[in-house]
């Protein structure tokens, strides 16, 4: 009996002993397993909670809110016990909650981007944000994780950058080229405009699309270099769209893979055939959609597990320890920086990154350690030419930093900014007002020429075509109308007309109107970019000058104008009627030497070219030389001529033909050496026989001898002879001067 009871105590003890032991094993191994899923449930939720973006769990059947982040309360406004008693319908507006039922009824057990939706914040604003959603099993609950990324400033920044690159595009190539249409490349991220001219095989914009993928200056590559770096495979579809392009004209695209620096590029390409000078050519963009192909495998390949979140940001994403080690990095990361995981995880922050102690913004992060502050700001790194947008946060084991590349968006703000700064430039340095003609509304929209030139404020920015016809002035109306209706109708490219506008004040001023019509793909125009120039002060000078030229061709005086050299550039018709010369036979020679001959004064030929090299106003008379040999005297006044900066132009000369009066001046002095010689014969020769004679007739007197007598009026007869004799020659010099006509013949005068 004792034996029995030995054997089965031993047997119960060992049983015992096993079941022990066992229970201790278990024990052990559930304990461990235990802190195990703690420390991961641990780790887990304080990525939920330091999660940037607004992240929170919600119940798939009756869409009550589980759990949300402190972003989450931060940014819709909401407590946490607010957010907890709402469903997600109350955060959407009431036209968007049967697409989220409908999107909750097809969820799938499996990671999923939801796209765009609006969502409400507790102020009543409304702000556009984009989901990223996989299931998970919260506390036995079927919910989702949610993480949610608000994009409403980005989508309007995009929005206003896409209008302003746009515009600025079309006017500023309106402005630089008006015989060129306009190009339609959008200076948006990551797009380039080229030109290919295929009879010299240049690629013009070969450049900007280097430009696009690679930092360094390498020059601007061949169309033949760019074709050899498409990926083979991709080769074939462009070659084609580019033949076709060729062949048709029609407006082609096409994407393709491009493997440039060792580095592989997608891109987009939108091409036409257009004619320029009669040649023809392609032109059109080319877009760098890397990114966004990064971005559709980044998502294609997210996990459907809370493990890889992070992985599924699309900013990169660095975790430091206090003593500032790097503990974790995510793809964005290795793909932002090129570097990968491995061979950062571990290493001190500076050896990874030795030159951000000198960043400015190096005590921001020391910040966030020490004080546990969250920190938002750019950051430019030169090294790698590269700015990021970072936001610092604190994490119970250091601090997690979140960056995003924004290089091009501020390369984008500074090309518009330097597009703004030209606009305006050659916009306040023309005398135009440009305009963008809607030819489906008929709505014109000016710049500030319209203001500037013409007076009309701001108010008037954007006006109806009526408004523009009604400010033409009635007598140009028709004619401006019918011509802009046949400029479209007819579709060429440019239209032109001149006519009179009237300003604000109720003037009018003479303005040249033109324009570029651009066509659709169906060739109806649809839109007009164009200029409003004042001519005014043109026309009116044209007119001036019309005047002063009809003015010159009917004066009685002849004119030259020479030009520094003295070469002869102009004759009005009065030279040809007094010379017989032509203009093509005295163009480009010296007046001297058509019109100076043999009695030509020497002193007064030496005087005259003194003045012209000392450029001098000169005054002479001067015996020139018809084309026939005539001789006549010609009075010449002569000025120099200068434009309105100084400088000498040439020589101006007024000539007038005096040879009746040269002629008359030496009739003159002929007439005064013969009234000379009268006086004298007056005053002298007359004189004698006179006395004679009176001495003669006092002897005839008183002398008594009849023989004497005879003999004194033989004496008195001699002098009455040589009186008449005196007196014959002073009618015959008085007839020389002024002649039988006014004297008649010499018998008459006794």
């Known amino acids: 009996m004792f034996q029995i009871d030995r054997g089965l105590t031993v047997a119960i003890a060992k049983g015992l002993l096993f079941v022990a032991v066992s229970s201790l094993m278990l024990y052990l191994m559930i304990r461990k397993n235990y802190r195990k899923l703690r420390r991961s449930e641990k780790q887990y939720r304080a990525l939920f909670e330091n999660n940037p973006s607004p992240t929170w769990i ?18 819709y406004g909401y407590s946490r016990d607010e957010f907890l008693s709402m469903t997600c319908l109350e955060l959407r507006p009431q036209e968007d909650v049967e697409r989220f039922l409908n999107f909750v009824g097809t969820f799938h057990d499996e990671y999923q981007t939801a796209g765009t939706w609006r969502h409400r914040l507790n102020n009543g604003e409304i702000i556009y944000v984009t989901i990223n959603t996989y299931p998970v099993d919260f506390n036995g609950e079927e919910a989702a994780l ?3 990324e608000d994009i409403t400033k ?3 920044t995009e929005q206003e950058a896409e209008q302003k690159s746009k515009k600025l595009e079309e006017l500023n190539e309106k402005l630089l080229e008006k015989r060129e249409r306009l190009r339609y490349v959008q200076k948006l991220a990551k797009v380039a405009g080229w030109e290919y001219y295929p009879d010299e095989d240049r690629l013009v914009g070969a450049d900007e699309i280097l430009g696009l993928f690679s930092a360094e200056d390498k020059g601007s590559p061949t169309y033949a270099e760019l074709f050899e770096a498409i990926i083979p495979e991709d080769l074939p579809k462009v070659l084609r769209a580019n033949k076709q392009l060729l062949r048709t004209g029609q407006k082609t695209e096409v994407s393709y893979r491009i493997r440039w620096n060792e580095q592989l590029r997608y891109l987009r390409q939108v091409g036409e055939a257009d004619l320029l000078d009669g040649v023809r050519i392609l032109r059109g963009m080319v877009q760098d959609v890397t990114a966004m192909k990064n971005m559709e495998k980044e998502r294609d390949q997210a996990g459907s597990t809370l493990s890889r979140t992070l992985d599924s940001i699309t900013d990169g994403v660095i975790e430091l320890d206090r003593s500032w080690r790097v503990t974790r990095v995510n793809k964005a990361f290795e793909k932002l920086l090129e570097i990968e995981a491995g061979k950062v995880v571990g290493l001190a922050v500076l050896d990874v990154f030795p030159d951000a102690v000198s960043l400015k913004s190096f005590p921001e992060y020391t910040n966030v350690m020490e004080k546990g502050s969250v920190s938002r700001f750019e950051e430019y790194y030169a090294s790698r030419e590269q700015w990021f ?14 960056f995003k590349d924004i290089t091009e968006h501020k390369r984008n703000e500074e090309q518009v900014r330097i597009w703004l700064h030209r606009y305006e430039s050659v916009a306040k340095a023309t005398s135009e007002a440009i305009f963008d003609f809607d030819l489906k509304t008929m709505m014109l929209i000016w710049n500030q020429g319209l203001e500037r030139i013409y007076g009309y404020g701001p108010e008037y920015q954007e006006t109806p075509l009526s408004w523009w016809e009604e400010r033409v002035h009635p007598e140009d109306r028709q004619r401006a109308s019918e011509s802009l209706d046949k400029g479209i109708r007819n579709g060429s490219t440019f239209w032109s007309e001149q006519y009179r506008f009237r300003c604000a004040d109720g003037t009018y001023k003479y303005v040249e109107d033109s324009g570029h019509i651009i066509f659709d793909s169906n060739q109806e125009a649809v839109q007009m970019i164009g200029s409003l120039r004042d001519i005014d002060e043109l026309i009116k000078a044209n007119a001036e000058n019309k005047r002063l030229a009809e003015i010159i061709t009917k004066v009685n005086n002849v004119i030259v104008i020479t030009d520094v050299e003295g070469k002869i550039s102009y004759i009005n018709p009065r030279f040809t009627e007094v ?3 032509t203009f093509e036979e005295v163009a ?3 007046p ?7 009695e030509s004064d020497p002193q007064t030929v030496r005087h005259m070219g003194e003045a012209i090299r000392a450029r001098q106003f000169f005054s002479v008379e001067i015996i020139n030389y018809t084309r026939e040999g005539r001789k006549y005297w010609m009075q010449i ?9 100084g400088n000498h132009q040439g020589f101006i000369a007024i000539q007038n033909d005096v040879t009746e009066r040269k002629e008359r001046e030496v009739l003159l002095q002929e007439h005064v050496r013969i009234l000379k010689e009268i006086s004298w014969l007056n005053s002298h020769e007359i004189r004698r026989p006179v006395t004679e004679i009176m001495g003669l007739m006092y002897l005839i007197k008183d002398s008594d001898s009849e023989l004497e007598k005879v003999e004194l009026y033989g004496l008195v007869n001699e002098a009455a002879h040589n009186l008449d004799r005196i007196v014959r020659e002073v009618a015959m010099k008085a007839y020389s001067l002024y002649g039988e006509k006014s004297l008649g013949s010499t018998d008459k005068l006794f």
């Not at 589980?66 to 989450?72: D, P, S």
């Not at 030497?593 to 043999?598: N, R, T, W």
Request: with cysteine.
């Open 389 to 402: 947008f970072v936001t610092a946060i604190p994490t119970q084991e250091g601090i997690a930093v979140y």
């Open 588 to 590: 480009g020679r010296k």
């Open 146 to 148: 949610v993480i949610a």
């Open 154 to 156: 980005r989508l309007k």
């Open 592 to 598: 001297g030497e058509v019109l100076q001959g043999a």
């Open 579 to 581: 010379t017989g010369y």
């Open 637 to 645: 006044d002569c000025t120099p001529i200068y434009d309105d900066f």
């Open 58 to 75: 919600y119940k798939l059947a009756d869409q009550r809110f589980l759990a949300v982040n402190e972003a989450a309360v931060q940014k």
